[in-house]
């Protein structure tokens, strides 16, 4: 087993508040970190792109990596790890070699190893961007998940850092490579119903009831991004943006706290209101203490919407005429994966690049500002 000297203090103690590499998707129950077997690889290409799993949680466990093996155009070459016990069922499970195995405080020598192009960072939101730097340095593509960054600040300094070494930097809204998203992206551009009068984008469960508020999860924890907006609220968030076609010119928002011994910190739910220059609004809504799951655009004709529209499959859309929506494809993460391995391999931009992950932040930023405040927000 290769061996890992897990010397970064900050990244301990966030594994051991978080539980990771055990973090489950969220909300999830009764799942473990071993890897999960999916079927064999179809036809892959000769020039297919390694990427190296950074941090072995819920998601990089049950959707990275199944994605990776029934992705065409990348495969898993490596992860990095801060929990040496997973090591033996990921190298067993994927057939990776020692020498493609890291610590967080050796990761810095992947520069030295050519089976591995591009990285993707599945860690604590704190983490994504010193992550993100370490591996742009490293002459590393990174594929970061969402949000990319605690603040805009943090996410440009990430697009700065890969420009400055020529690196690709894609963001992981998996929705905008799923093609009923994409239509209705389309819609934004072609208007079929007329002007976008509202939009409506609502994401959240119902979880954490069973949490000891003395040994939280990360994502309950502010210091590592936690909260209701950061999870879930980005998926609406980012929803309102592509639904539109347009960047919100200023927002309202307010957050409810119904767990108070849960819920410090970090919001619990988040109601916010975009404004647009051409008049349309967005209602906006996230929750870790309610189930909710829609987006909708009612215009001066009509309207359409998805329900449910972040959902790892199944996305269901119609139409105030009558029209339904093609069913949704498979595996949303490998489509996602194989369209930002193309990018690399054909030396093209990345479909959502890492701008769009700070136009997000800086929305993001705003709706902290105004919940904080209690009033309307500019955003800048």
Known sequence: M????????????????????AALPAGAKGTTAAPVSTPAPGPRRKDSIGVALVGLGGYATHQLAPGLRL?????LAGIVTGSPEKIPAWQQEYGIPDANVYGYDDFDRIA??????????????DLHKPLALRAAN????V???????MDAAEGQAMVDACRANRVQLAIGYRLQHEPNTRRLMAMARELPYGRILRIRAEAGFHAYDDVDPANKPWRLLPQHGGGAMYDMGVYALNAARYTSGQEPVAVSARQEIWRPGLFDGVDETMHFTLEFADGAVA?????FGRNMNLLRADCERGWYELSPFQSYDGLKGRTSDGQVFADAVPHQQARQMDDDALAIINSTAPLVPGEEGVRDLRVLD????????GSRRIIL
Request: aromatic share 4%; hydrophobic share 45%.
């Open 2 to 21: 290769h061996p890992l000297r897990l010397s970064r203090r900050h990244l301990l103690s966030t594994l051991a508040a978080a539980g990771i590499g």
């Open 71 to 75: 992705a065409a155009h990348c495969h």
């Open 112 to 125: 030295d190893n050519p089976a591995i192009q591009a990285v993707y960072i599945a860690t604590p939101n």
């Open 138 to 141: 490293a002459g590393k593509h």
């Open 143 to 149: 594929w970061c998940e969402k949000p990319m960054a």
């Open 283 to 287: 209602e906006c809504a996230t929750s």
């Open 366 to 373: 705003a709706i902290f500002a105004s919940a904080r405040a």
